[in-house]
């Protein structure tokens, strides 16, 4: 496994009274996939949220690539290799498939709406290499046949592989993923399993939020467990399946 390149320490939220994350500490690798999974509102999207400088902690730091990111633009996150997805779909339905991703290489390139405005031929090498990146990255999630389409013509399976081609669209090293699989059928799962597989093996490491274990146990290297805030365990998919604390955790739900 590589190096590090995401440091989680002691990361803590509350809201109010709402202790929803409390004192979480991991790393992730090069390389590496890493499921969080706990019971809903155990903390994971506050997590991320945090992570990806959506909201500021109320303890603890994240450091990517050795930075302290707390300080940072989420844009300029991007721009130092980190994209996300959203829990709830974030598509512009009346732009085309590939304006939508186009949007994502924006953070890579250098046009502004002035230059833009005047046309200059920098625009123009601008577009096309936005053009070329957006294609490609519609074609890895295999979606480069309706470019052209509607965003919001698009089943809601297809919508959620345009979320992952506009969030890999810059090449970043770690792109976050909350609840890719929510409200698909298996065989859109099994495409976005794929799809993911298929981009860690060119260097991409990813993290994930995911209720359903199958996608969980098929996918992570690693995986770390929520509740209430918590961390109530960190290990291979092996070692969460038996961990009586887990086991806990989903009481009375049939998850493995
Ligand atoms: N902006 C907010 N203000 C107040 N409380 C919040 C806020 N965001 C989240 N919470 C609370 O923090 C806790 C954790 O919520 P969070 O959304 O992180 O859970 P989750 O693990 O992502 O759940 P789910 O699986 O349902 O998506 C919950 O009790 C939630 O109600
Ligand atoms: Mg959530």
Redesign the pocket.
Known sequence: MGKSILEIDDLTKR??G?L??NDISFNINEGEIVAVI??????????F?MISNV?MPTQGEVRFKGEKISARKIHTLAKLGMTRTF?NLLIFENMSVLENVMLGTHIKLNTTILTAGFRLPSVKKDEEMSFYMASEALELVGLKSRMYERAETLPYGLQKLLEIARAIVSNPTLVLL??PMAGLNDSEKNKITQVILNMRKKGYSFLF?E?DMRVVMEMADRIIV?DF?NKIAEGSPEEIQKDPKVIQAYLGEEVF
């Open positions: 809201f109010g709402i929803a994350v706990g019971p809903n509102g155990a903390g994971k999207t506050t997590l949220n909201i829990q909350d609840e939020i209720h929520m805030g």
